[in-house]
């Protein structure tokens, strides 16, 4: 039996072999769809750490809510690790900006002039904080990009006055520079979630709060040393050691981070694709039930060809290819509008797409088996149906 005698017997009742077609579509649509947008989240999120710098370690406090008070000592302790090629002090603090009468939520971040190759800072216009600039405790700072767009609506603001709250004052500070850091694209696609950012020289922070100390240390790896290669452990032992102190420290790295992430959008995806499969699966029950139905309006015909020597097998193959070309119908049409929906939705939301083959072949697949698996009851019964039998129904 061909394709296209298979395709007309469907359609001689094509609103009900449209609306079955539909549910198929729809559920494939939803778990390719669903596929592709965890193939590209997965896809930004490394890309932004990896962006971050991977070989990167944090020492911090290992109470969310505390403050650890790290020493040039620990700075001198840390660098002297063997695999560590530079460790810059880090401050960070929750804050608000002001500028042009406008008040921003953003967190201040004290740097030194190490930021732009440990924590991938790179000045779009100006420049970054320089050692003179921590040396003299200068009142200068350097902005995220959104923060200029949002109160200037253009990036370059260099020159400009911006007011800080910092240790309970508000202190102005002038604009040395505007720059985009390793987290400016998440900071955009999840804006009023992720905060701006303002980087002053680590000791200006240092004399305005009147600490003599540091929140974290931000430690870049040799291109030689692996971030999940133990020296995480070696940093936390070798700092706990300072001193004799006995501290709550952790050393975390990106590389870890990613591994996180990358867990939880597996758990999420996979569970959102059952989902998903679950409708693909309720809608191909339709496939039997269409069928079925097809097989009563077709009992004399059904009758007719087996007297003229049509075979069980042949009675069984044509139903059953009628199923599995409504299955494929459906699942082709839903796959290839999830197709045309990620490459649309990636160009205006500036995500890159990736086409791969298997993402949207995999729902065809399954719906061809579900066309098989549900069609075989319709087939027998047309198979097994009496001539006779088939020619006396009214």
């Known amino acids: ?42 896809g930004e999120v490394s890309a932004i750490l990896e962006n971050m710098g991977i070989n990167t370690v944090l020492v911090q406090s290992k109470q ?23 460790a810059m002090p880090l401050m960070s603090a929750n804050s608000r900006a002001e500028m042009l009468e406008r008040t921003l939520p953003c967190v201040v971040w004290g740097i030194d002039s190490e930021a732009r190759e440990i924590i991938s800072l790179t000045a779009l216009h100006g420049r970054l904080i320089t050692p003179q600039d921590s040396a003299n405790a200068d009142l200068v ?54 905060p701006d950012f303002v980087y002053v020289p680590f000791s200006t922070m240092q004399s305005l709060t009147g600490q003599k100390t540091f929140d974290k240390i931000a430690v870049l790896l040799n291109e030689n040393e692996s971030a999940d290669g133990g020296i995480s452990e070696r940093i936390e032992r070798k700092l706990i050691g300072v001193d004799g102190e006995n501290r709550d420290l952790i050393a975390s790295n990106l590389l870890h981070q990613k591994n996180q992430l990358q867990r939880i959008m597996d758990t999420v995806t996979l569970a959102l694709s059952v989902i998903a499969g679950i409708s693909l699966f309720v809608a ?9 139905v097809s097989v009563k309006e077709r009992t004399r015909e059904i009758g007719i060809k087996k007297s003229v020597g049509a075979s069980d097998f042949d009675i069984m193959r044509e139903f059953l290819i009628e199923s599995l070309l409504l299955a494929l119908m459906g699942s082709a049409a ?31 697949l399954f719906s061809i088996g579900f066309g098989a698996l549900f069609g075989v009851y319709p087939a027998l019964k047309a198979a097994n149906m009496n001539p006779i039998e088939a020619l006396t129904n009214n």
């Open 1 to 42: 039996m061909n394709i296209k005698k298979a395709a007309t017997n469907i359609f001689r009742s094509k609103t009900r072999s449209i609306l079955t077609m539909t549910g198929i579509a729809v559920g494939a649509f939803a778990v390719a769809l669903i596929s592709q947008i965890s193939a590209a989240g997965a």
């Open 64 to 86: 969310a809510n505390a403050t650890a008070r790290l020493s040039e000592d620990d700075l001198v302790s840390v660098g002297a690790i063997s695999g560590v090629e530079k």
């Open 141 to 194: 700072c350097v902005i995220d990009e959104e923060v200029a767009r949002k109160t200037y609506g253009r990036s370059n603001i260099v020159g400009k006055k911006i007011r800080l709250l910092i240790g309970g004052e508000y202190r102005e500070f002038e604009v040395v520079g505007v720059a985009t850091s390793g987290l400016s694209v998440m900071q955009s696609a999840l804006a009023g979630i992720i």
């Open 284 to 292: 191909s029950l339709t496939v039997m039930t269409t069928m079925l």
């Open 334 to 364: 839903g796959s290839g509008l999830a197709l045309a929906a990620s490459y649309v939705g990636g160009h205006f939301l500036g995500v890159n797409f990736s086409f791969d083959l298997a993402r949207f072949l995999s729902p065809v």
